[in-house]
Each structure stands twice: as structure tokens, then as C-alpha cells.
């Protein structure tokens, strides 16, 4: 069965830091990935989504960065955290970019930025 | 444009009542996929069911059913006999057919109460 897990679960940045979020899926090959954002009290947001190794699209412009060095591999990254970054990130696995996939979501990371 | 919306923000219900979530969308495409996901505390959104819109026949899972009518473009979600553990944030979603991203309804906020 496939699984999807990323870390760190929990984080506090200074204002200013990097920052890098990693995801891995395992038990499928070539699954499309994405980012999601739930700022607090908010809906969800979606950052990045990426088909393919080095594939990336975003949908919203932002100090955030993607990344997909590996088939089952996707980080979020950020050279200078901002106040507004702070949230819970959620990366997420799909079969496929035909519409109506069931998408599947990890644990969550809490990035609190101080 | 895509949009869910999820007019109900929170609900507070005592154990054993039955209880709807509401969820409207709008969306031009002809072809499109709903969802309904949970998120317990823990933050991990947990999928409960996709529809598609082609199939408008009514589905129950245990004490939980949903109710899909485009004529009103509605996809409903009722727990029966509520229990604690049901108490969550729950999200409605549409994927269509230009890709397979998510657009969320805000989410319903359910408290259970024993």
C-alpha cells in the first residue's frame, strides 16, 4: 500500500531563516505531488504541484519555494522566512494529473515563524 | 471558476443526533469529481469519499451517507448518530478537469458533544 510521510511535524523559525520541508511517498512510482498551505482559521491553499522529477508548477506567487530531486521526493523550502509563512503545510500524492484522483494527504508539519 | 462553498463554519451537536454538512459548488465544467475529507485534531486530512458527476446516486458508509444533486449543485454529507470521535474539521473539495488540483470549501467545524 502506499503511504506518504513528511517532516518535520513541528517547527518554530526565526523571521528571516531558511526553512526546508520534506516529503517521500512510497509503494507507487511517478506520482503527481503537491504542497498545500492551511494558514490558521483558513481554508486550504495550494502552493505546487509537480507530475514529473524537476517539474514544478505553482499556483501561487510567494517566498516559497519547490523542489522534486526524486520521482517519490518533494521539498518546500524558503531562503527567508516571513510572519506570514507561519502555517500548516501539507504535502499531498496523487495517481496521476487525470482529474478526479483520489489526492492523499501526509501529516502535516506546524511552522510557527517567530 | 471553480468554488465550494461550505456556508455552515461551525456546528455543535450533542452525541446521537444526526447532523448535514452543507457544501455548494460552481464550476462550468461538465466533467468534474467531488470530495469530502476529515481533519481530526491531529491536522492529517483523511479522505472519506470522491464522486463524480456523472454518477449521481446517493452513499452510505456506516453512519455516514452523502447526498450529490446537480440540479441544485449540492453535495451533502450527513453522520448519523453522531459520536465523539466524529468531532473535526470537515472539508468539501472539487477537482475538474483541467488537472487534478483541489479547490476547498472553508470547512465545517464539528463539535460532538457528549
Known amino acids: 500500500s502506499q503511504t506518504i510521510h513528511q517532516w518535520p511535524a513541528t517547527l518554530v523559525q526565526p523571521v528571516g531563516s531558511p526553512l526546508s520541508l520534506e516529503c517521500t511517498v512510497e509503494?507507487?512510482?511517478?506520482?503527481?505531488l503537491y504542497w498545500y498551505r492551511q494558514a490558521a482559521g483558513r481554508g486550504l491553499q495550494l502552493l505546487f504541484y509537480?507530475?514529473?522529477?524537476?517539474?514544478i508548477s505553482s499556483e501561487v506567487p510567494q517566498n516559497l519555494s519547490a523542489s522534486r530531486p526524486q520521482d517519490r521526493q518533494f521539498i518546500l523550502s524558503s531562503k527567508k522566512l516571513l510572519l506570514s509563512d507561519s502555517g500548516f503545510y501539507l504535502c499531498?500524492?496523487?495517481?496521476?494529473?487525470?482529474?478526479?484522483?483520489?489526492?492523499?494527504f501526509g501529516e502535516g508539519s506546524w511552522l510557527t515563524v517567530v | 471558476a471553480q468554488k465550494v462553498t461550505q456556508a455552515q463554519t461551525e456546528i455543535s451537536v450533542v452525541e446521537k443526533e444526526d447532523v448535514t454538512l452543507d457544501c455548494v459548488y460552481e464550476t462550468r465544467d461538465t466533467t468534474y469529481y467531488l470530495f469530502w475529507y476529515k481533519q481530526p485534531p491531529s491536522g492529517e486530512l483523511v479522505f472519506l469519499i470522491r464522486?463524480?458527476?456523472?454518477?449521481?446516486q446517493n452513499e452510505i458508509s456506516g453512519r455516514y451517507s452523502w447526498n450529490f444533486q446537480k440540479s441544485t449543485s449540492s453535495f451533502n454529507f450527513t453522520i448519523t448518530a453522531s459520536q465523539v470521535v466524529d468531532s473535526a474539521v470537515y472539508f468539501c473539495a472539487l477537482s475538474f478537469n483541467a488537472g487534478n488540483m483541489l479547490t476547498f470549501g472553508g470547512g465545517t467545524r464539528l463539535m460532538v458533544k457528549p
Open positions: 499531498a500524492w496523487s495517481l496521476g494529473i487525470s482529474s478526479g484522483n483520489t489526492i492523499y
Open positions: 509503494g507507487t512510482s511517478n506520482p503527481n
Open positions: 464522486r463524480n458527476s456523472f454518477d449521481e
Open positions: 509537480s507530475v514529473g522529477i524537476g517539474q
